[in-house]
């Protein structure tokens, strides 16, 4: 994960303070790239210790559309707990967040929607073109829906990802607006090659290259000392990870994921920005 931890040096060395919603500054810098060969391993830190698990259910989350903070509290993900549909009167509504754009974009969400789609269920039409027309270039999937954010617990941060075949190797790429590089990217980097792994499997393909593009990069101030901290850890060898059976990938259980070999250093405590 040397790529991830040049990006935190390059955003400690030349970023630029901003004042954010949060209330707190962020040390911020522009147009970073990740790029990570599957082979070389599963991209989850070593530099800190990941809560892979917590990772795991929200993308089963996404993958299911799910829009309430019960199922994944069940499930011990409590991501979400501080945030809720803000036009809803039920606090433990999320509102249409990711899963419910990748499965039912811009689909009416509640009697207060106007202009609305019927239902697509755009990872659906992605499965079926690895399937069917694996060349294609039209394998995109988008979170960022304007018509509905404001009904989103919170818009998305990773707005897009796009599947690209080529010779029998899946490669999956990401734009992120807003990058959280010490909280939010570490769980994005690993949930995405998760989902690059599935994809994989679903389709009977090879992993090949995970990338993410990173928009507005940003360090939050309470989050410097942490990141100083680091940065100086030599990484460890990468873990490998078993997404375990399913019937297809709508059907899969993050309980079944299995982390192997994952040596990571004691964890850094990074607090929240809301």
């Known amino acids: 994960m040397k790529q991830y931890l040049d990006i935190v040096k390059n955003t400690i060395k030349d970023g630029h303070w901003k004042e954010t919603r949060t209330g707190l500054r962020a040390l911020t810098t522009f147009g970073q790239v990740f790029r990570h060969d599957m082979n ?8 800190k210790s990941m809560a892979v698990k917590t990772m795991w259910t929200e993308l089963e989350g996404f993958i299911k559309g799910i829009t309430h903070k019960e199922w994944y509290r069940l499930r011990g993900c ?53 399937k069917t027309n694996a060349d ?59 989902l690059l792994l599935l994809l994989a499997k679903e389709a009977n393909l090879t992993p090949g290259i995970l990338q993410g593009t990173f928009a507005d990069c ?3 101030e309470n989050h410097l000392e942490g990141a100083e901290k680091q940065i100086v850890r030599n990484p460890n060898s990468l873990p490998t990870v078993n997404v375990g059976d399913f019937p297809c990938i709508y059907d899969w259980n993050s309980s079944d994921a299995i982390l192997n070999n994952y040596n990571p250093h004691s964890k850094i405590n990074f607090p929240i920005a809301v």
């Not at 070389?40 to 530099?47: D, K, N, Y």
């Not at 501080?82 to 039912?104: A, T």
């Open 40 to 47: 070389e391993g599963f991209p989850l830190l070593t530099t």
């Open 218 to 220: 940003h360090i939050y």
């Open 78 to 130: 409590h991501i979400w707990n501080r945030w809720s549909n803000p036009l809803s009167n039920d606090s433990d509504d999320l509102g249409p967040i990711y899963g419910y754009q990748w499965r039912r974009f811009n689909h009416v969400y509640d009697e207060n929607d106007e202009g609305c789609l019927t239902r697509y269920d755009q990872l659906e039409q992605i499965v079926s073109t690895l």
């Open 136 to 194: 294609s270039r039209r394998m995109v999937c988008s979170a960022w829906n304007p018509v509905q954010t404001s009904r989103m617990a919170l818009p998305p941060c990773h707005v897009l990802w796009n599947i690209v075949v080529i010779q029998d190797k899946i490669n999956l790429v990401w734009h992120q607006r807003s990058c959280d590089l010490m909280l939010g990217i570490p769980f994005n980097i690993a949930s995405y090659a998760t």
